[in-house]
């Protein structure tokens, strides 16, 4: 049984994800929009503590830091458990499906007590394999089924060198209905006020809706079919990019937003779209956030002194009538440091007197023994 103190920390994980979820998103779009981004926060989240759970000292603390302040009262078990219970949530309602797991080279014989956490607490699948292939045909096809083939492929073999000595990957696949569709004879092409303007096309509704605007922004909820489950659209007044940052540094949590919404008549146009984002680096992103030492060789305590080479991250998302299709994969990279999985070399060199017993190991009997003095 968990104690109380425990417990009143180990249930604030999701808020440890939504305070992570606003600042990386802050992080990785403020003064950064050029073009359509597509991100999944629980991936990159879910991929990254993959790499903390083996980990320890100050590696560890700079990830449970960086990822929403996670409580250092937290054991290693019960921070897995807890991101294994956020994930089968989503599971168990049956339109999003998740999947973490270790891909290990299997000619490097890497200690399995590595992975015992993630192993036995997160559920994770560890799977010992050949670099570069069949590594790279397996996990892409791993990639492909868990994303329904909205990521075909992510590797090419060249990218998964003999001497990988690890890859960690977070698969994230999300499908669900509106919970009032749009009706497609409603959609029609209008004008689209981006940084170019075009014709586009406007998908059209109308009903009651949670809604709240500020001098700033307009904010919408559309619910999909799972309980519990909507899209936030934060629409600034102004059609100005700078509009946004502005709005993007200013938030606290979505939950602020959402908490001053009411029911509200509403006319809805949302343009359909579609969009492939990546795969984009995290890793200066994660550095940004004060997550550090896991990516220096002479400071990481992942998998004992490893660091990771490169943190990616890959989002397909498309939006139209129906409702909403996404799947995104986030993944690590870690190169072999031969030092540490060749054995240290002693010398033994029996070039004086010695002693010498010849006994069953099993037991300690021994049969025979003696000194050699002069052979």
């Not at 009411?262 to 969009?275: A, D, G, M, Y």
Request: aromatic letters at 12%.
């Amino acid at each position: 049984m968990i104690n109380p103190l425990i417990e009143s920390h180990f249930t604030k994980m999701e808020s440890s994800l939504e305070l992570f979820a606003l600042e990386s998103y802050k992080a990785l779009i403020v003064d950064n929009i050029d073009g359509n981004i597509a991100y999944s926060p629980f991936s990159a989240f879910s991929c990254m503590l993959l790499g903390g759970l083996m980990s320890d000292g100050n590696t560890s603390k700079q990830i449970r830091q960086a990822l929403g302040k996670i409580s250092d009262r937290l054991s290693q078990e019960q921070v897995a458990s807890k991101l294994f219970e956020m994930c089968q949530y989503f599971v168990e309602n049956g339109c999003i499906s998740i999947s973490n797991r270790a891909w290990t080279n299997q000619k490097l014989n890497i200690p399995h007590h590595f992975f015992r956490i993630v192993e036995e607490f997160l559920h994770c699948d560890v799977i010992e394999t050949s670099f570069p292939e069949p590594a790279c045909s397996i996990i892409n096809q791993h990639v492909n089924e868990a994303t329904h083939g909205l990521i075909p492929s992510i590797f090419t073999p060249d990218q998964l060198p003999h001497d990988m000595l690890c890859v960690l990957t977070n698969v994230i696949y999300f499908k669900d209905k509106w919970f009032s569709s749009f009706d497609e004879e409603w959609t029609l092409d209008g004008k689209w006020y981006g940084p170019v303007e075009k014709m586009h096309p406007l998908m059209s509704t109308s009903g009651k809706f949670n809604y709240t605007e500020t001098r700033q922004y307009q904010a919408l909820s559309l619910p999909y079919k799972m309980k519990n489950l909507e899209m936030l659209i934060v629409l600034p007044k102004s059609k100005d990019l700078s509009a946004m940052n502005s709005i993007i540094k200013s938030m606290k949590t979505t939950q602020e937003i959402c908490k001053s919404m009411k029911k509200e008549r509403v006319i809805v146009k949302l343009p359909r779209f579609s969009v492939e984002w990546g795969p984009n680096s995290l890793k200066e992103l994660f550095i940004s956030l004060g997550i550090k030492d896991i990516f220096d060789s002479s400071k990481s305590t992942f998998l004992t002194h490893i660091p990771i080479d490169q943190i990616m991250q890959k989002v397909v998302i498309k939006v139209d009538e129906k409702g909403t299709e996404a799947a995104c994969i986030t993944y690590s990279t870690t190169k072999c440091a031969m030092s540490f999985f060749q054995p240290k070399e002693y010398q033994f060199f029996a070039d004086h007197p010695f002693m010498y017993f010849i006994r069953d190991s099993s037991n300690g009997i021994v049969l025979f023994s003696g000194v050699i003095v002069d052979p």
